[in-house]
């Protein structure tokens, strides 16, 4: 199974600030990548996917980068509705899997 | 609105086998697959299998002879059924869309509420 590895485990920031999120995976995954967000006690939403295009009604303070095996999220200006975990998933062949979490919390 | 409501039990007896329904709305599963994903605090969130628009299924070779999607289109529901749970299997079930009708990128683009699993006697 593809391990995918996020970085770092958990952040802390404050409102307006930017801040980076990254995912590893062990192999070359090569653009089959998405990111999620989840609120605590609530579904994972769908942020991007095939690594850097947003979802639909994702503010575009959300990006997403990377190709192969590094991939990294960025979260510019900071709201108050954007802390919460966030996980990567890659989707090149089976199993699918998950990055084990980034918690963004307030600072 | 695209919605998926997830019904089932909240306990299971170890050994007993764990069903789920999710009904879809706003959306057809003669055109979108529909994917299962579980959530635990130990194992985080791991993928299970899905069901395609054409009723073909994939699954995690990890649960694959436990595990079973059917669906019935005409009453907009997949039917998610594991078997021999055990404590470990204590989790929060998902069902999930697939973002596009294909399955060429299985992402999820809409998740149900969950439902919340634990094993136990």
């Known amino acids: 199974d593809i391990q995918m590895t996020q970085s770092p485990a958990s952040l802390s920031a404050s409102v307006g600030e930017t801040v980076t999120i990254t995912c590893r995976a062990s192999?070359?995954?090569?653009?089959?990548l998405a990111w999620y967000q989840q609120k605590q006690g609530k579904s994972p939403q769908l942020l991007v996917y095939?690594?850097?295009t947003l979802a639909e009604g994702v503010p575009s303070r959300f990006s997403g980068s990377g190709s192969g095996t590094q991939f990294s999220l960025k979260i510019n200006s900071l709201q108050p509705e954007d802390f919460g975990s966030y996980y990567c998933?890659?989707?090149?062949?089976?199993?699918?899997?998950f990055g084990a979490g980034t918690k963004l919390e307030l600072k | 609105q695209v919605q998926l409501k997830q019904s089932g039990p909240s306990l299971v007896q170890p050994s007993q086998s764990l069903s789920i329904t999710c009904t879809v709305s706003?959306?057809?599963?003669?055109?979108?697959?529909v994917h299962w994903v579980r959530q635990s605090p130990g194992k985080g969130l791991e993928w299970l299998g899905v069901?395609?628009?054409?009723?073909?299924?994939d699954y995690n070779a990890a649960f694959m002879s436990r595990l079973s999607i059917t669906k019935d289109n005409s009453k907009s529901q997949v039917f998610f059924k594991m078997n021999s749970l055990q404590a470990d299997d204590t989790a929060i079930y998902y069902c999930?869309?697939?973002?596009?009708?294909?399955?060429?990128?299985?992402?999820?683009?809409?998740w149900g509420a969950g439902t919340t699993v634990t094993v136990s006697s």
């Open positions: 706003g959306f057809s599963l003669t055109s979108y697959g």
């Open positions: 069901i395609w628009r054409g009723g073909s299924t």
């Open positions: 095939n690594a850097k």
């Open positions: 192999e070359n995954i090569y653009s089959y």
């Open positions: 999930a869309k697939s973002l596009y009708g294909s399955s060429l990128y299985w992402y999820f683009d809409v």
């Open positions: 998933q890659h989707h090149y062949g089976t199993p699918l899997t």
